[in-house]
T-cell receptor, first 111, second 112 residues
């Protein structure tokens, strides 16, 4: 079973708008990470948030983490067409080395 | 030039055959992972290894096997017991800080 479930499964927005994706997970974690995947390629790391952090920023990315709800959100501000990709959350399930990914959100940013 | 190399990029297999996907890394990372991705789906963990000569089953290990004889290499064998092997396979490593996973470019396996 998937550790993480993301919603929405797909998101289509106009360039310049903000995009928000959500991730829920099942077990305790030490950290949660977000990755990006362009079609047919490997994943690229975007940002990590530790279990004792509530919010983190990196450029146009803002990540929040609510460990009581076992959920996280990724906000991309002022989106660009180049942001079109799939986005996945990943957790170190149980705080160990088992790295599991969510189901992903497919983001399309239209001009 | 550091990174993870997966080969081949495309692989075709006849039903009933075993095939082995290669994953090599020069990042000196201990932990290595194999994931399967079906079209429009997330990544599902097949096997992972934290150290040489040791590996653990992931969520969908049936029909797959791995070995970890060297730190740099973590090959995945898709056996004939895997009933639906057509998928995109991704190999990844995780450094000691566990802060970022690095991925290869994937192998697309098709059963013909």
């Amino acid at each position: 079973s998937q550790q993480g479930e993301e919603d929405p499964q797909a998101l289509s927005i106009q360039e310049g708008e903000n995009a928000t994706m959500n991730c829920s997970y099942k077990t305790s974690i030490n950290n949660l990470q977000w990755y990006r995947q362009n079609s047919g390629r490997g994943l690229v790391h975007l940002i990590l948030i530790r279990s004792n952090e509530r919010e983190k920023h990196s450029g146009r990315l803002r990540v929040t983490l609510d460990t009581s709800k076992k959920s996280s959100s990724l906000l991309i501000t002022a989106s660009r067409a180049a942001d079109t990709a799939s986005y996945f959350c990943a957790t170190d399930e149980g705080g160990g080395n088992k790295l599991t990914f969510g189901t992903g959100t497919q983001l399309k940013v239209e001009l | 030039d550091g990174g993870i190399t997966q080969s081949p990029k495309y692989l075709f297999r006849k039903e009933g055959q075993n095939v082995t996907l290669s994953c090599e890394q020069n990042l000196n990372h201990d932990a290595m992972y194999w994931y399967r991705q079906d079209p429009g789906q997330g990544l599902r963990l097949i096997y992972y290894s934290q150290i040489v000569n040791d590996f653990q089953k992931g969520d969908i290990a049936e029909g797959y096997s791995v070995s970890r004889e060297k730190k740099e290499s973590f090959p995945l064998t898709v056996t004939s017991a895997q009933k639906n092997p057509t998928a995109f396979y991704l190999c990844a490593t995780l450094g000691a800080g566990k802060t970022e996973a690095f991925f290869g470019q994937g192998t697309r396996l098709t059963v013909v």
